[in-house]
């Protein structure tokens, strides 16, 4: 197909359209009219073939979810609202239309649940690999953008959901075992927790926040040193995906958590006395919040104890005993 096939076709697919939209595809470039009151949010990600997923572990609009997903997870990371979003494709003669109007099923597909309008993009051909960048526009209310520098000593560190379960589905998948439906799922298709950041966008309170795409141990490193803090984790408490113990054993599930990332679950820290509303907020929403540490002292770095000891957690996961 030519571009201006594909470009068609991509049209003809079912698109959110958003009174704010002026222009959408089909000119040079597109127009909306931003919100008053509100600051625009945007973040781009991109995911190639071999490096961020190959064709025996996704299907083409697992990959389109995902592409799209992973932005959302940003956005969402914020305590911002996705609303646009534009994608480049560079396909190699391998791919298949079909095959690549299932990427745009698929981010399509995620798209109308999050309500989040595609309103232009870029396609072109590529010598060898399939690649695909998604950027995503959202807004959040003026000067209330959830930052990873907002922790501060006594708060209680939380985290969305459970852990370890895409590290899971991807190994299994590799491995050519028989992978549990939830793994499989928290890999190709990870829930996305913008009900819980629209919620959060609305409190009048701090909260700082980070979704973890890289790990539980690399994203508290990074909401450590851009608030200036140390943070303590409770292995204990880490909330596990289910079966991941029984299935691997205690230290590799653990493992998985922290370094196996990709479970677009949100990671915070909110005030000691926030954290009990906070609970009841998800709960309403069907979100399940765990307390899984503290922010101990001013300075910089991550400390997980278990069993009463406690060592310095690497960005990588690795405990320093
Ligand atoms: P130009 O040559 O002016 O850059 P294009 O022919 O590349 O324009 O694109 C025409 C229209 O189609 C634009 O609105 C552009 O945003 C949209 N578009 C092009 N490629 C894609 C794509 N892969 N996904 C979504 N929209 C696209
Ligand atoms: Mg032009």
């Known amino acids: 197909m030519d571009e201006f096939g594909l470009i068609n076709k991509i049209q003809q697919l079912e698109n959110v359209n958003h009174s704010s939209t002026k222009v959408g595809i089909g000119d040079d470039a597109a127009v909306f009219t931003p919100t008053i009151?509100?600051?625009?949010?945007?973040?781009?990600?991109?995911?190639?073939?071999?490096?961020?997923?190959?064709?025996?572990?996704?299907?083409?609009?697992?990959?389109?979810?995902?592409?799209?997903?992973?932005?959302?997870?940003?956005?969402?990371?914020?305590?911002?609202?996705?609303v646009y979003y534009l994608v480049t494709i560079a396909v190699p003669k391998e791919w298949t239309?079909?095959?690549?109007?299932?990427?745009?099923?698929?981010?399509?597909?995620?798209?109308?649940?999050?309500?989040?309008?595609?309103?232009g993009g870029d396609s072109v051909t590529s010598q060898k690999g399939l690649y695909l960048s998604v950027t995503v526009i959202g807004e959040v209310d003026s000067g209330k953008a959830r930052l990873r520098s907002h922790?501060?000593?006594?708060?209680?560190?939380?985290?969305?959901?459970?852990?370890?379960?895409?590290?899971?589905?991807?190994?299994?998948?590799?491995?050519?075992?028989?992978?549990?439906?939830?793994?499989?799922?928290?890999?190709?298709?990870?829930?996305?927790?913008?009900?819980?950041?629209?919620?959060?966008?609305?409190l009048p309170w701090r909260i700082a926040l980070n979704d973890i795409s890289d790990g539980l141990a690399s994203e508290s490193w990074e909401l450590a040193e851009s608030s200036h803090v140390q943070i303590e984790l409770l292995e204990e408490k880490i909330p596990l995906s289910a079966g991941?113990?029984?299935?691997?054993?205690?230290?590799?599930?653990?493992?998985?958590?922290?370094?196996?990332?990709?479970?677009?679950?949100?990671?915070?820290?909110?005030?000691?006395?926030?954290?009990?509303?906070?609970?009841?907020?998800?709960?309403?929403?069907?979100?399940?919040?765990?307390?899984?540490?503290?922010?101990?002292?001013k300075g910089e770095g991550v400390f997980m104890t278990s069993q009463d000891q406690t060592t310095l957690l690497s960005r990588d996961g690795y405990k320093h005993g």
């Open 151 to 202: 922790a501060e000593v006594g708060d209680v560190v939380f985290v969305t959901g459970d852990l370890g379960g895409s590290a899971a589905g991807l190994h299994q998948l590799l491995e050519g075992e028989n992978v549990e439906e939830h793994w499989k799922a928290a890999h190709q298709k990870p829930a996305m927790h913008t009900a819980l950041a629209y919620e959060i966008a609305r």
């Open 37 to 82: 009151g509100k600051d625009i949010v945007t973040c781009v990600d991109t995911l190639t073939e071999g490096v961020h997923f190959t064709r025996e572990t996704m299907k083409p609009s697992d990959i389109g979810y995902k592409a799209l997903a992973v932005n959302i997870s940003d956005i969402a990371a914020m305590g911002a609202i996705p």
């Open 244 to 297: 991941l113990v029984e299935r691997f054993g205690q230290q590799k599930a653990i493992e998985m958590a922290l370094t196996g990332g990709e479970d677009f679950q949100l990671l915070g820290t909110v005030a000691r006395d926030n954290w009990q509303p906070l609970q009841t907020i998800a709960k309403e929403i069907g979100e399940r919040v765990t307390k899984i540490g503290t922010v101990i002292h």
């Open 97 to 119: 239309d079909d095959e690549i109007l299932d990427i745009y099923e698929g981010m399509q597909q995620l798209a109308r649940n999050e309500n989040v309008q595609l309103i």
